[in-house]
């Protein structure tokens, strides 16, 4: 077993089980702490990949800013010690099935295809590459999504500081 | 291939942790969780893009931007949801979905 192989079976594992523990603690304040550990391996599978500039954004934007949300906002809506009620049995045997009937036909269908897969490249992304993509307007230039990502950013800012200030009536 | 991980393993792992945000947005009725749930769904689709962006497509760099993009719009995302899961508390003194039934006051 090589090392890549050993480093993308551990980083797997923390993000099935952390994520199942997500989605299935009834503490809502340990839920988000497992959402952070899950956050943190994938952008461990990033640096695999070594998309090192993304692994970092990971960490700070996801790790550390969302969960960080995420965590204020349980802070303010509801009792550290509350515990959620069990969802009925029929509702998560339904939704169990939903959710496996999809990952069953979705990793038959991945098993069985071939991929062209090419010779790993394991130089990282230069950031100057990064920079010059995102504002190209050529073949391959990201001009145009930048700036509407601008554009929604800012209206999510308003939108949000709108919607979560105090009314005057 | 990468080194011995071959695609499919990446692409298996994504659709586990999918599937598994897909469960949890079903399942729960807090309105915080299933916004959990959504960033795991976020996280694989960016898995995903990531892993076909090495393996398959290695010289341009087009799965990384649109991971970019993704992590930009979840964060928009989250802010605007999280405004309105407050605004949702300041009104009903809760925030689970079954209980919301009036949409204006």
């Known amino acids: ?20 523990l997500t989605v299935t603690s009834r503490r809502i304040l340990r ?3 497992f959402l952070l550990f899950v956050l943190v391996s994938t952008s461990g599978m990033y640096f695999l990949l070594r998309f090192n ?3 970092a954004i ?14 204020f906002s349980i802070l303010l809506t509801s009792h550290i010690n509350e515990k959620l009620s069990i969802p009925p049995l029929t509702k998560r045997i339904y939704a169990a099935i939903a959710a496996l009937a999809g990952a069953i036909l979705c990793i038959v269908t991945i098993l069985q295809t071939e991929f062209v897969q090419k010779v790993f490249d394991p130089t990282r992304v ?44 | 291939m990468f080194e011995g991980v071959p695609i499919h393993w990446f692409l298996v792992l994504s659709t586990t942790m999918f599937f598994i945000g897909i469960y949890g947005f079903l399942v729960r009725k807090n309105l915080i969780t299933m916004l959990m749930s959504i960033e795991l ?31 930009a ?3 928009a995302e ?28």
């Open chain 1, 1 to 20: 077993m090589t090392t890549n192989q050993f480093m993308f079976l551990l980083f797997s594992a923390v993000i099935v089980i952390f994520s199942l």
């Open chain 1, 31 to 33: 839920a988000a702490t």
């Open chain 1, 53 to 55: 500039f993304l692994a």
């Open chain 1, 58 to 71: 990971q960490l700070t934007l996801y790790a550390g800013g969302i969960v960080v949300l995420i965590i």
């Open chain 1, 126 to 169: 230069h950031i100057r590459t990064i920079g010059e993509g995102m504002l190209s307007t050529g073949k391959y230039g990201y001009a145009l999504p930048f700036e509407v990502i601008s554009v929604l950013l800012l209206a999510a800012m308003i939108g949000s500081i709108i919607l979560a200030k105090k009314r005057k009536d």
């Open chain 2, 41 to 71: 769904i976020l996280n694989s689709v960016c898995i995903n893009f990531l892993a076909f962006n090495k393996i398959l497509f290695p010289e341009h760099l087009e799965g990384m931007f649109f991971t970019l993009f993704i992590i």
């Open chain 2, 73 to 75: 719009v979840a964060a």
């Open chain 2, 78 to 105: 989250a802010s605007v949801a999280i405004a309105i899961i407050i605004n949702i508390y300041r009104r009903l003194v809760n925030i689970d979905v079954e209980k919301m039934n009036e949409m204006k006051y």
